[in-house]
Each structure stands twice: as C-alpha cells, then as structure tokens.
C-alpha cells in the first residue's frame, strides 16, 4: 500500500515539465522564445516573449517565406529548454 501512495505522489504532473499549468497570460520569466518551424524541418527564432498571448500577437504580424508552424518554447522546472503546451497559430484574438 505505501508504494502505491508514494508511486502517486511522485507521479509526472500533468503541466508537461513545468513548475505550472502555463495559461495565455503565464509570465514566462522573460525565457519565451517563439520559433517557426519549417515543415521541411529547421526553424527560425522570431522573438523573446514573456507570456503565450505576446507569442501569439508577435506570430501574428509575422509573415513567413514557407510553410511551417509556429512553437514557444520556455525553460522548465529542470534547467531545459522545453515546447510550451499552448497553440500559436498566428492568427489575432
């Protein structure tokens, strides 16, 4: 029975690597990086973020070359870059 307790609690939790559930106003800590990336793979940096809604307002205005798709990254709870969990899809909310 302990080791079901202790297999819950350290169990992954559900905000996929962060300290956090990351929402549209989340403050990434000045750590967002907005990439696009190619469909036919490589990508881009396009900008520094602070929160997934500035991501999105930058993806916006931003016209790019090629197909491809936009993702925020951030830095989580164990040091690493990781892809924020939130669609960018460029379009203005």
Do not use: C
Not at 20 to 31: N, R, V, Y
Request: charged share 25%; proline share 6%.
């Amino acid at each position: 029975m302990a080791a079901t307790r202790s297999t819950k609690k350290n169990a992954r939790k559900p905000w996929h690597g962060f300290a956090i559930e990351i929402g549209p106003d989340t403050d990434l800590g000045g750590e967002g990086l907005l990439m696009y990336e190619y469909a036919s793979s490589g990508y881009t940096p396009v900008a520094a973020v602070s929160t997934p809604n500035e991501a999105q307002e930058i993806a916006a205005s931003y016209k790019p070359q090629v197909a491809g798709r936009f993702r925020l990254w951030a830095r989580g709870i164990d040091g690493k870059y990781i892809m924020v969990p939130v669609v960018i899809d460029g379009r203005r909310r």
